[in-house]
């Protein structure tokens, strides 16, 4: 397994990072075995990091973690690294609502996420948005506070702009931004990762296979109630035939290459930032996250990266990434 830094003072790890979240309902029913085993697969391969969020399923993710862990071999257990997002709030019917980043709830977000987890710290912890009522600079300085009495390693911030990152910077050194990137979902790159680049920031990249749209295997009509697909702009109506036509194009140079539509996806994301940025691939299944560990594999060259550039050019995605009530969150897209 490729290694990698996560920033100038993030843990090294493995190059590519397994997100959970698709275990916990995002996308529809997971099967929970099947989750398990997949988690137990990449612990195997050599994946050393898992990201999750307390929110994930009301806690449900962080609870599958924790008996994924405690029935892995000791070694891998232990070679394992949890990334936690906090501060998305939700009702008992999983209606979300607001962001809390006060300093009081951070405390109390990580004390249940311990417990869930089964672990006595978490490795890197992060806002999962920015709450605008309450400063990053006390939101960070929580989380500082809890590295000093041990129960976090590293401050990680997720979907915020450059002006967030620079102040959350200054309280304390942030070892990763975790931010959507991938070959439709290119926004970070004028601003955003070249500051993270100034400052030592490493980026955790999700929606690489823009949540399965840029895999390959998806296609239209195969989603139920609750998956984050039936109201994801891009998937929609008006939208989703436009955005199949960038994914045609994109296997006619995966075909030429001799590789999937999704390890081209991925492949891409590592030539972007091979020694900085990590994809955070949402696998749910054993055989997905095989395709996806054998792109780490694929070295693209200049040729294959002007083809993938053709195929789809930046920009070329129809709908945005997220809904409107979302895309409001995002200080990534709104903050300066
Ligand atoms: N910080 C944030 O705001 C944020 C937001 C979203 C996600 N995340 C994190 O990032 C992780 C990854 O994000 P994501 O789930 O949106 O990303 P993704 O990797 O773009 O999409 C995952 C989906 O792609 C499909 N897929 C098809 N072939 C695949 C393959 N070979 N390997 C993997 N997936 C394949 C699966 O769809 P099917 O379900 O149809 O099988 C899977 O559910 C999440 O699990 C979560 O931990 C963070």
Request: proline share 4%; net charge negative; aromatic share 6%.
């Amino acid at each position: 397994m490729k290694q990698l830094r996560l920033g100038k003072t993030g843990p090294v790890g493995s190059a590519l990072g397994l997100g959970c979240m698709g275990m916990s309902g995002m996308y529809g029913p997971a099967d929970r075995s099947e989750s398990i085993a997949t988690i137990h697969a990449a612990l195997e391969a050599g994946v050393t990091l898992l990201d999750t969020g307390d929110f994930y399923g009301c806690g449900h993710n962080e609870l599958l973690i924790a008996e994924a862990l405690k029935t892995a071999p000791a070694s891998r257990r232990d070679a394992a690294r949890i990334s936690v997002k906090f501060g998305a709030m939700r009702d008992p019917a999983g209606a979300w609502s607001l962001y809390d980043g006060r300093p009081a709830a951070v405390k109390n977000f990580l004390a249940y996420s311990l417990q869930r987890l089964g672990v006595d710290h978490i490795d890197i912890y992060r806002p999962a948005r920015l709450d605008p009522v309450v400063p990053i600079e006390e939101t960070v300085g929580a989380i500082a506070d809890m590295i000093t009495a041990g129960y976090v390693r590293h401050v990680g911030l997720s979907e915020v702009g450059a002006a967030t990152i620079r102040r959350a910077a200054s309280v304390h050194p942030i070892c990763d931004l975790q931010i959507e990137y991938s070959l439709i979902s290119r926004g970070i790159e004028d601003e955003i990762l070249p500051l993270c680049r100034e400052l030592g920031v490493g980026i955790t990249a999700y929606g690489v296979l823009s949540r399965g749209l840029l895999s390959g295997h998806w296609q239209r009509g195969g989603v139920g109630p609750g998956d984050f697909r039936t109201y994801s702009p891009r998937f929609l109506d008006g939208n989703v035939e436009h955005n199949l036509t960038l994914v045609e194009a994109l296997r006619e140079v995966a075909v030429a290459r001799g590789v999937t539509v999704a390890q081209i996806a991925i492949a891409w994301v590592v030539a972007r930032g091979p020694h900085d940025i990590m994809p955070l691939i949402g696998a749910r299944r054993r055989d997905q996250l095989a395709e996806a560990l054998a792109a780490l594999d694929v070295q693209l060259d200049a040729g294959d990266l002007a083809a993938i550039e053709a195929a789809v050019p930046k920009g070329a995605a129809s709908g945005q990434r997220y809904a409107a009530a979302q895309m409001a969150h995002l200080d990534s897209e709104n903050g300066s």
